[in-house]
């Protein structure tokens, strides 16, 4: 958006499925997002998660009534953070990880196959390696999650013995 120019007048900005796993370390079955449907460096990422019930996890949780585990939704609400963060000051570099400082959650709402959770991720503060960051998780336009977290970045080097 150039100076003096009108918010509606922004172009969207979008990352498919393919170039979304460039932004993260995690790999299948651990990736959460299917794309990200706008962002704007240091403010704010849209992000999109679709259900399915050919999914493993929804098939084990529960078999008799199918629901989306809010551990996952929390995890891909960590990878929306994680790309925002990355787009707001670098990518990461090949010795880098982001970790999880806190969390706080709340869920107003179950998730099933067929929905499509959109998360609405702010960024609150970035001072350094650390990365404040919100989130408002959507169904509908109704709200299914609240999440509020730290990230932070450190180099592998920094993790101590590493037994992986």
């Known amino acids: 958006m150039r100076a003096g120019e009108p918010e509606h007048v922004r172009?969207?900005?979008?990352?498919?499925?393919?170039?979304?796993?460039?932004?993260?370390?995690h790999r299948h079955p651990?990736?959460?997002?299917?794309?990200?449907?706008?962002y704007e460096p240091g403010s704010h990422?849209?992000?999109?998660?679709?259900?399915s019930g050919q999914l493993d996890v929804v098939a084990g949780h529960?078999?008799?009534?199918?629901?989306y585990p809010a551990s996952h939704l929390s995890q891909a609400f960590a990878q929306?953070?994680?790309?925002?963060y990355q787009l707001s000051t670098a990518p990461l570099e090949d010795d880098e990880l982001t970790l999880i400082g806190s969390m706080k959650s709340r869920f107003t709402r179950?998730?099933?196959?067929?929905?499509?959770v959109v998360f609405h991720v702010k960024a609150e503060s970035i001072r350094g390696a650390t990365f404040v960051f919100s989130c408002r998780a959507t169904v509908s336009?109704?709200?299914?999650?609240?999440?509020?977290?730290?990230?932070v970045k450190v180099g592998v080097k920094d993790l101590g013995e590493q037994l992986w």
């Open 11 to 25: 172009q969207q900005k979008t990352i498919g499925f393919t170039d979304l796993k460039r932004w993260l370390r």
């Open 30 to 38: 651990m990736i959460y997002l299917d794309r990200v449907l706008d």
């Open 45 to 51: 990422l849209t992000s999109l998660l679709s259900v």
């Open 62 to 67: 529960f078999p008799e009534r199918a629901i």
């Open 80 to 84: 929306s953070g994680i790309i925002l």
């Open 110 to 116: 179950v998730v099933v196959p067929g929905d499509q």
């Open 141 to 151: 336009d109704q709200t299914a999650a609240m999440f509020k977290g730290t990230l």
